[in-house]
């Protein structure tokens, strides 16, 4: 009988941890570091489903028309299209999550040329993750494709 408790509890768990994150294992290995991103820049509305989507349309249709292939790739996944991904597609780019963040820090200087930034006042101190935020992303997810994940949890 005790054999039969442990074992659903088991099922049990690994459900709910299945749940969480129906991802691991498909697009991305488990989750090796987290952190929380919690600064607004500023407090606003938000964006829908639909925004976010055509963000990262724009995003991936800006790397296809580059000359180069590209080297990662982003994908929003979801019900609300709310979990932005991004995953290596060589073994370089994303070698370790130091140079990830470069990424990340790229991203900045090429939102910071946008309207939207620039409209709003904010091309001098709004970064990549500010503008994931802004846009109601709930989490950002980067890996290499291989050994590491790292999540980013957006608090509003």
């Keep these: 009988m005790t054999r039969w408790i442990a074992l659903l509890c088991a099922v049990f768990v690994a459900g709910a941890v299945a749940a969480q994150d129906r ?3 498909y697009y991305y290995p488990d989750v090796t570091s987290e952190e929380t991103f919690d600064r607004v820049v500023r407090d606003g509305g938000g964006a829908g ?22 080297r990662f790739v982003f994908f929003a996944k979801g019900e609300d299209a709310d979990t932005l991904i991004l995953i290596a597609l060589d073994d ?13 820090a790229q991203l900045t200087v090429a939102v910071r040329q946008g309207g939207f930034f620039q409209q709003e006042e904010l091309q001098y101190v709004a970064t990549f ?10 989490e950002l997810v980067i890996s290499d494709g291989e050994d590491w994940t790292h999540k980013v949890t957006f608090e509003r």
């Excluded at 639909?50 to 292939?69: G, K, M």
């Excluded at 993750?129 to 709930?138: G, K």
């Design 92 to 104: 370089d780019v994303f070698s370790t999550l130091y140079r990830a963040r470069a990424i990340m």
């Design 23 to 25: 991802y691991v294992g």
């Design 49 to 70: 489903k639909a925004v976010r989507i055509d963000f990262v349309n724009v995003l991936t249709s800006a790397q296809l028309e580059a000359p180069e292939s590209p």
């Design 129 to 138: 993750y500010d503008l994931l935020q802004l846009m109601h992303f709930e």
